[in-house]
C-alpha cells in the first residue's frame, strides 16, 4: 500500500523557516516526480515545488522561489522541503504528492518544467499544517 505522510508542520513567526518531511513507502519511487502543495483555508489548492525523486533539477512556483527548496533523501525513502523566511501568506495545508509525468525541458531557457497541476500527481497525503504569524 502506497502511502506519502508529512510531518514537520507547525507555528512560526514570519522571517522564521520549517523543514516539512514526506515519509514515502509502499512502491519504489525512483522513477517518479515528488511535488508539494498547499491549500490555504478557503482557498483552492496551488502548487509549490517538484522535483524528480533522482534527479538532480527541480521546479518552484513564483511565490516561494528563492525560498523554499525540495530535495529527496534515497536512503530514508523521504521528500523534504525547506522552507526559509517565512511569510504570513505561506500559511496553509502543505501536501506532497508523486506523479510519473515527465518534466518539458525547455532548450532556450535551459529549463525543466515539471507539472504544477494536481492531476498529474496520483498519490497524496493527508497533509500537514503550517501557520505563519507576522
Known amino acids: 500500500q502506497v502511502q506519502l505522510v508529512e510531518s514537520g508542520g507547525g507555528s512560526v513567526q514570519a522571517g522564521g523557516s520549517l523543514r516539512l518531511c514526506c515519509a514515502a513507502s509502499g512502491r519504489t519511487f525512483r522513477n517518479y516526480i515528488m511535488g508539494w502543495f498547499r491549500q490555504a483555508a478557503g482557498k483552492e489548492r496551488n502548487f509549490v515545488a517538484a522535483k524528480g525523486w533522482s534527479a538532480n533539477t527541480s521546479y518552484y512556483s513564483d511565490f516561494v522561489k528563492g525560498r523554499f527548496t525540495i530535495s529527496t533523501d534515497n536512503v530514508k525513502n523521504t521528500v523534504y522541503l525547506q522552507m526559509n523566511n517565512l511569510r504570513p501568506e505561506d500559511t496553509a495545508i502543505y501536501y506532497c504528492?508523486?506523479?510519473?509525468?515527465?518534466?518539458?525541458?525547455?532548450?532556450?531557457?535551459?529549463?525543466?518544467?515539471?507539472?504544477?497541476?494536481?492531476?498529474?500527481?496520483?498519490?497524496w497525503g493527508q497533509g500537514t499544517q503550517v501557520t505563519v504569524s507576522s
Open positions: 504528492a508523486a506523479g510519473l509525468d515527465l518534466p518539458y525541458y525547455d532548450s532556450h531557457r535551459k529549463t525543466y518544467y515539471y507539472s504544477d497541476s494536481g492531476a498529474s500527481y496520483v498519490y
